[in-house]
């Protein structure tokens, strides 16, 4: 008879007891366990950022290492491309590397700088459709397709990059002339784009008003060329287009004798 009494308070204890279990497995184990995935998320994608951070300072490190070369490559491009017009180094240049040749500078002539306009590139035109069926256009053939080849498109100057132009005659022998003409184009610093060149022979002569004994059969030529600024992108540290040269001759045509 206890037994039978005894039987249903045991049944709910037993029944309490898998509801408490189940609730702590709700309320305290199954969070917990979802708080340890999360953590253990958290340091897989910490230790990813760390990698990548440990490969970016190794990156810079070794551009750090190279620093010094970067400096001196960027200083002989400066040299080539300064940020101002620097004529007076362009005439040093230009006079050091006649006298190397044995040539004699007669004149030399800068002109007025300018901008270079960027040159946008060219979309490709599209064909307008042509009817494969003349009875769909009305019975007629088939139309003419607009448009042509697209033009041609290359690179073009950067913004703000500038062009003087000049003029450069010099005499001499034919070897020692074309030894300059060559040098000019390749064995001096500054960027120099050689535009026209316009050859007489010379006659037999004396030397006369700063001008060299010539040979029958000299050279004398008159170089066009352009050299090339651009300036930096702090307008207050380039000088403008037409500013002034330490020597007085820029932002304007002027003529140098030797």
Same mark, same amino acid.
């Given at each position: 008879?206890?037994?039978?009494?005894?039987?249903?308070?045991?049944?709910?204890t037993?029944?309490?007891?898998?509801?408490?279990?189940?609730?702590?497995?709700?309320?305290?184990?199954?969070?917990?366990?979802?708080?340890?995935?999360?953590?253990?998320?958290?340091?897989?994608?910490?230790?990813?950022?760390?990698?990548?951070?440990?490969?970016?300072?190794?990156?810079?490190?070794a551009?750090?290492?190279n620093?010094?070369?970067y400096?001196?490559?960027?200083?002989?491009?400066?040299?080539?491309?300064p940020?101002?017009?620097?004529?007076?180094?362009?005439?040093?240049?230009?006079?050091?590397?006649?006298?190397?040749?044995?040539?004699?500078?007669?004149?030399?002539?800068?002109?007025?700088?300018?901008?270079?306009?960027?040159?946008?590139?060219?979309?490709?035109?599209? @064909? =307008?459709?042509? +009817?494969?069926?003349? !009875?769909? #256009? &009305? /019975?007629?053939? *088939? %139309?003419?397709a607009? $448009?042509?080849?697209?033009?041609?498109?290359?690179?073009?100057?950067?913004?703000?990059?500038?062009?003087?132009?000049?003029?450069?005659?010099?005499?001499?022998?034919?070897?020692?002339?074309?030894?300059?003409?060559?040098?000019?184009?390749?064995?001096?610093?500054?960027?120099?784009?050689?535009?026209?060149v316009?050859?007489?022979?010379?006659?037999?002569?004396?030397?006369?008003?700063?001008?060299?004994?010539?040979?029958?059969?000299?050279?004398?030529?008159?170089?066009?060329a352009?050299?090339?600024?651009? @300036? =930096?992108?702090? +307008?207050?540290?380039? !000088?403008? #287009? &037409? /500013?002034?040269? *330490? %020597?007085?001759?820029? $932002?304007?045509?002027?003529?140098v004798?030797?």
């Amino acid at each position: 008879m206890d037994r039978r009494r005894s039987a249903p308070w045991i049944g709910g204890t037993a029944a309490a007891a898998l509801a408490l279990g189940a609730g702590g497995w709700f309320l305290v184990v199954g969070p917990a366990r979802d708080d340890t995935a999360s953590t253990e998320q958290q340091v897989t994608s910490t230790r990813e950022q760390n990698d990548l951070l440990t490969l970016q300072i190794a990156s810079l490190e070794a551009a750090s290492a190279n620093l010094d070369q970067y400096k001196t490559e960027l200083a002989a491009l400066q040299e080539q491309l300064p940020t101002d017009i620097r004529l007076s180094a362009l005439m040093r240049e230009l006079d050091t590397l006649a006298s190397t040749h044995g040539v004699t500078v007669l004149d030399l002539t800068f002109l007025t700088p300018t901008e270079l306009v960027p040159v946008p590139p060219v979309p490709e035109a599209v @064909p =307008a459709a042509v +009817p494969t069926d003349p !009875a769909a #256009a &009305g /019975g007629e053939g *088939p %139309a003419p397709a607009e $448009g042509g080849a697209a033009a041609p498109s290359g690179p073009s100057a950067p913004a703000g990059m500038v062009g003087m132009d000049l003029t450069l005659t010099v005499v001499g022998t034919p070897d020692a002339v074309n030894a300059f003409i060559d040098g000019a184009q390749q064995g001096v610093q500054r960027l120099l784009l050689v535009t026209g060149v316009n050859l007489v022979t010379t006659q037999e002569e004396g030397a006369s008003g700063g001008r060299p004994a010539t040979a029958l059969g000299d050279y004398q030529v008159q170089l066009s060329a352009t050299a090339y600024v651009l @300036p =930096a992108d702090d +307008p207050a540290g380039a !000088a403008p #287009a &037409g /500013g002034a040269d *330490p %020597a007085g001759a820029a $932002g304007e045509p002027g003529a140098v004798d030797s």
